[in-house]
């Protein structure tokens, strides 16, 4: 029987009439037709960054040259973004820099923590990690032969169960990226300390979406990237936060002349910078910096209760509809059925979940794959509508029971799926 959607719809339109944020879809550019639940991947562009990087290419690089670098703000722009990107994640002023990749950030305090902590060895994190996580650590804990990494889940054991006085840092995900599981940053990061160990959190899923209190929680270090829910851009620069408190002793190993004290002395030896600048290493892309700014603003003027409340709603309703009728075609819930504990994706499961994904895609859909049967939603509260959930979840139906899925040519996967 096909189910009647008059109901879920009227509601929705319901919902959206009181939203908040519903004027926020304005500042975004989204092609005519396409609902887009995948800015957990790829935001997509503020038109101010449009118009930024306009800008920036026009303005700042081809007629301005090389006096950009002082007059259009490019030198200070990793600092100054990590400023405007600060109360976004709960952290101060000076705390947070924007530059580089995640990945890189990661390497940086990842060594930064172990030599805090000298003596102890290991590095916990979590078996279920996005791998660049798992991958820097791998090649942090490869440099000295006595260094362990211990992966959660990997022998059942529990984050909790593996920090011990060997821990020298805890390196977790606040939001899984495939389950959407949200993990308690002030309980961990406690439980870190308690042993005297210290506690790093990636923040890529949870940062613009999530409540992100850095400091109440009394993190010491963290790293993300902007081109998710901060809608940075492509590629865009990411971020790494230190602990005030942290940052007059700390060092970082990818030492370079953009985080030496004062670069343009030309200094032969390196004496690093005293404030955040010390974790920079070299030149920073400034086309993609300054195409980040747009939406570190964004995301820094948003009454966060509001966004984590439709988040919360977003995903809420789109769960509850798909299984309710998409379940009799193989349609699972994956993560976390309590709001509460979810951030702000659905992950669903389907035996041909990437060939169902390449048919919802050709539909204007736009969600993504996870291996191996997940189907990946994320619902960003400032460009998604109530009404979108429904029409997604109808457009899923629609694929199931017409099996359009079957289609040879939504067999071939890609190299980014
Ligand atoms: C997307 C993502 C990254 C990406 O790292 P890059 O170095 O920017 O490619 C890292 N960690 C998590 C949890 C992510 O979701």
């Not at 990061?189 to 923040?203: E, S």
């Amino acid at each position: 029987m096909t189910p009647n959607l008059d109901a879920a719809r009227a509601r929705a339109d319901e919902m959206d009439r009181a939203d908040p944020l519903r004027a926020m879809a304005e500042r975004f550019h989204l092609p005519e037709g396409v609902i887009y639940l995948d800015g957990n991947s790829l935001g997509p562009a503020p038109k101010a960054a449009l118009r930024e990087v306009e800008a920036a290419l026009h303005s700042e690089w081809a007629e301005k040259l090389i006096t950009s670098w002082n007059a259009a703000g490019w030198f200070a722009a990793p600092s100054d973004y990590g400023d405007i990107l600060a109360p976004a994640i709960g952290a101060g002023k000076g705390e947070v820099l924007v530059c580089d990749t995640t990945t890189l950030n990661a390497h940086k305090v990842l060594h930064a923590a172990l030599k805090m902590r000298p003596g102890r060895t290991n590095i916990v994190a979590e078996g279920d990690s996005f791998p660049t996580n798992i991958h820097a650590a791998e090649g942090v804990t490869g440099l000295a032969a006595e260094r362990r990494l211990l992966l959660e889940g990997e022998d059942g054991d529990r984050v909790e169960d593996l920090i011990d006085d060997r821990t020298a840092v805890v390196f977790l995900n606040h939001i899984n990226y495939r389950t959407g599981v949200v993990r308690d940053m002030g309980l961990l990061t406690k439980r870190a300390h308690d042993a005297g160990a210290l506690a790093i959190w990636d923040l890529c899923h949870s940062a613009g979406v999530f409540d992100v209190r850095l400091n109440e929680a009394g993190a010491d270090f963290a790293v993300g990237c902007t081109y998710k829910y901060l809608n940075g851009g492509p590629g865009g620069p990411a971020y790494l936060f230190a602990a005030a408190r942290h940052i007059p002793e700390v060092e970082q190993p990818l030492t370079g002349w953009w985080g030496h004290e004062a670069p343009f002395s030309f200094d032969v030896h390196h004496r690093s910078d005293k404030g955040i600048r010390k974790f920079l290493s070299g030149t920073q892309h400034m086309l993609s910096m300054r195409g980040a700014k747009a939406g570190l603003e964004l995301a820094a003027s948003q009454d966060i209760a509001a966004v984590r409340a439709k988040s919360m709603g977003l995903t809420q309703l789109f769960t509850e509809l798909a299984e309710e009728i998409c379940g009799e075609f193989g349609i699972g819930v994956f993560s976390p059925r309590e709001a509460e504990r979810r951030g702000s994706q659905v992950a669903l499961t389907h035996p041909e979940a990437y060939a169902v994904m390449q048919a919802l895609i050709e539909r204007k859909v736009i969600g993504d794959f996870r291996t191996p049967d997940i189907l990946r939603f994320g619902f960003a509260p400032l460009y998604v509508s109530y009404r979108d959930a429904v029409e997604a979840v109808a457009v899923l139906r629609e694929v199931l029971v017409t099996e359009a899925w079957r289609d040879e040519r939504f067999r071939t996967r890609a190299a980014v799926t």
